[in-house]
């Protein structure tokens, strides 16, 4: 069955991790002079590793 957010998901857990997410790349990006050209392309390669151990990607996203 695909990934259905909940409405506390929607609401507060997934703002919550996204803003963690972000405040850890500036503060990488603030202790280590990496641009937002570097922190994308480690995302990139993050999102790659991420997509190559999903099995499907079928019914991801917040519909």
Do not use: C, V
């Not at 990934?3 to 280590?32: F, G, R």
């Amino acid at each position: 069955m695909p990934y259905q957010p909940s409405k506390e998901h929607l609401d507060k857990q997934i703002p919550e991790a996204i803003k963690a997410i972000n405040d850890t790349l500036k503060s990488l990006s603030e202790s280590t002079g990496a641009d937002e050209r570097y922190i994308s392309l480690m995302l990139d390669a993050l999102a790659r590793q991420w997509e190559n151990k999903s099995p499907s990607r079928e019914g991801f996203g917040f519909r």
